[in-house]
Each structure stands twice: as structure tokens, then as C-alpha cells.
């Protein structure tokens, strides 16, 4: 998985904050920008979707990345790989993310 938006930090919590735009079109941003108090959406993540948004860099497959979340969560979010692909799916029906295949080029 490979992510496709920007986002911050949470100075608060330290979790992080997808910026999604509302538009994709720059048609539609400029169109709609006279009304709308904010370009973007903002999507709040938990420290389990904080830690796996950052290893989405398409560098890591799903089999690495819940590795890399069992070693930082331990136990406590098993089943990890049931619950990082449905949440990877959601994120990949939302065009969060990007899943590329192994001999697909980035």
C-alpha cells in the first residue's frame, strides 16, 4: 500500500491527521472555493491507524507492516492482519491508499 494524501500531526496526541481534499479536480476546488470555509477534510487516526498510515509508504507490503505493528503493539491488537487488511480496504475504497502489486511499477 502506498498513501496518497498529506498529513499531520496532532500536537496533542501525537496521531495523525489525514488531508484529504474535498475536490479532486482543481475545476471543482476553484469552482466551490468562494463557499467553502476549508478545501480539505481532515481525518482523524488512532495510534493503530497512525502507526500503519506512516508504514503505508510502498515500501512495505501487509505481511511487513503488521510485523511492524506487532512488534510496537505486542499482542493487543490481534488478530493484526485481519484487522490491518479491512482497514486497509477501507482506506484503498476511499482512495486513501493505493495497493500495488509486485510487478506493477509505483
Known amino acids: 500500500p502506498i498513501r496518497q494524501f498529506e498529513w499531520n500531526t ?4 501525537g496521531n495523525l491527521i489525514i488531508i484529504r481534499p ?3 479536480s482543481k475545476y471543482w476546488q476553484n469552482f466551490f472555493s468562494f463557499v467553502l470555509k476549508s478545501k480539505h477534510f481532515k481525518i ?5 491507524g497512525s502507526a500503519s498510515w506512516i508504514a503505508m ?3 512495505n507490503n501487509i ?3 503488521g510485523k511492524i505493528l506487532a512488534k510496537k503493539f ?4 490481534e488478530p493484526i492482519y485481519e484487522r490491518l487488511i479491512k482497514f486497509s480496504l477501507q482506506l484503498q475504497r476511499e482512495k ?3 495497493i500495488l502489486c509486485p ?3 509505483k
Open 96 to 98: 486513501f491508499i493505493r
Open 10 to 13: 496532532d500536537k496533542d496526541t
Open 103 to 105: 510487478n506493477n511499477e
Open 74 to 77: 505486542g499482542n493487543s491488537i
Open 57 to 59: 509508504d510502498g515500501n
Open 22 to 24: 474535498k475536490f479532486i
Open 63 to 65: 505481511e511487513q507492516i
Open 44 to 48: 482523524n487516526l488512532d495510534e493503530l
